[in-house]
């Protein structure tokens, strides 16, 4: 079911995606005809707390997805030594 809009959301003039991209019959090369704001406007650098921060979060995700499927292969291979291959 579509939802439908009191008034007309309109166009607020924020930019998703550049869709000038190398291939395109559009493509304009080079910052010519560009409406874009910097594209490196309003990224911080990472200090050294945050960065470690991150790369536990990652190094713990990891390891999460690694224990799940090693659990999983435990339990297929019990599996098919006590109940299939009896």
Known sequence: MAKKFDEDPGDDG?????????????YVSGDENRNTADPGKGHEQLTDEQFKMYRFAALKAGLLVALVFG?????FILFCDFVWFQ
């Open 71 to 75: 659990t999983v292969f435990f339990l």
């Open 14 to 26: 924020r930019t998703i995606a550049d869709m000038n991209v190398e291939g395109m019959p559009w």
